[in-house]
């Protein structure tokens, strides 16, 4: 008990240090983030290379695991905030939303085969899926419930990697959100899941008892941008949420003008 209140009262003179030593547009200190080990292919680079940037005086530190560990390190406070899919699962938190994503249905698919395919037509395949310690199947598990779907996975697998390897030897078809599909399968067998509609949100979270430094509210904010850019590209396919979308609704409506 003595080592942990030490260890806050420590990291608590530090952060007070960098306080003192940043200056507007010119933060400094260390910050720890979290993202999601299935998007961090796609996260990753891009928060690293805009981080070193604009903020040269940040040490940044970013954790890509589960969803879970990522919710509980956030918290616990080991980390400034974080990017999860599962923020209304998680206690004593603030979050804020940044966009919906669409679940896939991912395997082997004739030529011409529509590129939407129903929750009971997807859930009749022989299904590779992640355990159920992750979001993601509990949402999709979720939905299969309350649509009344059976819904039944032949394999499970922990990581993004050895699913796609039964997808792509054509053992097996999964359902999965964006980003490792646009990394580990080919495209254009993914097909969305329609009747009904599988979602989940995708937000920035961190821990009330932890309030955000200088330099981890500019961390967040950068994070913030990159997210917005990767949807807005459709690099990440998703629908930004509320405020949000507003740049995007207005560059619409300046070329419909046009």
Excluded at 138 to 148: D, G, L, N, T, V
């Amino acid at each position: 008990q003595l080592y942990e209140v030490a260890r806050q009262v420590v990291q608590k003179l530090d952060s007070v240090k960098d306080e003192l030593k940043s200056s507007r547009g010119d933060p400094k200190g260390h910050v720890a983030i979290s993202i999601p080990a299935t998007a961090a292919d796609l996260l990753l680079p891009e928060i690293v290379r805009r981080a070193e940037q604009r903020f040269p005086g940040v040490t940044l530190t970013v954790w890509d695991g589960l969803s879970r560990e990522g919710g509980q390190a956030i918290e616990l406070g080991k980390v400034d905030f974080g990017v999860v899919p599962n923020a209304e699962e998680l206690d004593h938190v603030e979050a804020e939303p940044i966009f919906t994503e669409a679940l896939y249905w991912v395997g082997a698919s004739a030529p011409g085969t529509p590129d939407t395919i129903t929750l009971a037509e997807a859930a009749a395949t022989r299904l590779v899926l992640p355990p159920r310690a992750l979001h993601l199947r509990r949402r999709i598990e979720q939905a299969a419930m309350e649509a009344a779907v059976p819904l039944t996975a032949a394999y499970e697998q922990q990581s993004a990697p050895g699913i796609a390897s039964l997808v792509r030897a054509g053992l097996a078809a999964t359902i999965s959100n964006w980003p490792p599909l646009s990394v580990l399968l080919e495209p254009t067998a993914a097909r969305r899941i329609v009747e009904p509609r599988i979602s989940r949100t995708i937000a920035l979270a961190h821990s009330q008892h932890k309030p955000l430094s200088f330099a981890a509210g500019c961390l967040r904010d950068l994070v913030r941008s990159v997210l917005i850019d990767l949807v807005n590209s459709g690099r990440w396919r998703g629908e930004l949420i509320g405020k949000e979308a507003e740049p995007l609704e207005s560059v619409l409506g300046v070329q419909l003008a046009v």
